[in-house]
């Protein structure tokens, strides 16, 4: 299993929310490179990357940080947050992302992101579903649609997509432990999808359990700035 550090950026710093609840803001680093390279020595090789700002806006804004952790870093990014247009798409692969990661858009407006999948490559896009009693959530979890994970899945499948991260809206930023027994579920109907489990890890059992299910990545964040687990640690999972 793949250990994914997640890095979120609000005004060009590192910062970390709770449940999405843009009022309960930590910065953690004001500078996301340094946070980037020490991964990078820790020995992982992906990161996380996610624009709060553009989240709220609906258009990309921190590229310019993806640039800088892009051009010093040789991290597997995937950036998401705002990415609404081909233009947002666009920005984000010239600015080093390995992929895109696309979340309410493919709840909202499948259309256009099925034109994505053709005109990019399903492969370039990371598929973000967030859920709530296994219902597909959208606009910063605030709405809970009637489309469940499975369907959604299926359908994005059936396009192409081959990797995935499942958030359970109701761990996230908690370090109340991730949702093991829905990941099983996902993981037994869709056994050669590539998935990464995200929300909720506090400790390194919870991804030792994440592993023993097949989950094939795990997203970290708030574990590791909270000092819960130490990059040291992480490294059995390289």
């Given at each position: 299993m793949q250990i994914i550090?997640?890095?979120?950026?609000?005004?060009?710093?590192?910062?970390?929310?709770?449940q999405g609840d843009y009022e309960q803001k930590k910065i953690y680093n004001e500078n996301p490179l340094e946070v980037a390279r020490e991964f990078?020595?820790?020995g992982l090789q992906r990161l996380h990357l996610v624009d709060l700002d553009g989240?709220?806006?609906?258009?990309?804004k921190n590229w310019k940080v993806l640039e800088v952790i892009a051009?010093?870093?040789?991290?597997?990014?995937?950036?998401?947050?705002?990415?609404?247009?081909?233009?947002?798409?666009?920005?984000?692969f010239e600015s080093g992302a390995a992929l895109a990661t696309i979340g309410s858009l493919a709840v909202k407006n499948e259309a256009e992101f099925v034109?994505?999948?053709?005109?990019?490559?399903?492969?370039?896009?990371?598929?973000?579903?967030?859920?709530?009693?296994?219902?597909i959530t959208v606009g910063?979890?605030?709405?809970?649609?009637d489309i469940t994970i499975y369907d959604f899945l299926q359908k994005y499948i059936d396009h192409g997509v081959q990797q995935v991260f499942c958030t359970d809206v109701s761990k996230d930023g908690l370090l109340a432990g991730p949702?093991?027994?829905?990941?099983k579920k996902i993981i037994a109907r869709f056994p050669s999808l590539h998935f990464?489990?995200?929300g909720g890890v506090s400790n390194m059992s919870d991804l030792e359990a994440l592993a023993e299910i097949g989950c094939t990545g795990a997203i970290v964040g708030k574990a590791i700035y909270e000092n819960r687990i130490s990059l040291d640690e992480l490294k059995k999972f390289s």
């Open positions: 550090p997640a890095i979120d950026i609000i005004d060009g710093k590192c910062v970390r929310l709770t990078e020595d820790a989240a709220k806006a609906g258009a990309v051009g010093k870093t040789s991290l597997v990014i995937d950036f998401g947050g705002g990415i609404k247009t081909e233009k947002d798409v666009n920005i984000v034109k994505w999948l053709l005109q990019f490559g399903a492969e370039k896009f990371l598929l973000g579903a967030d859920v709530k009693e296994e219902k910063g979890w605030l709405e809970t649609t949702s093991v027994d829905l990941y990464i489990a995200s």
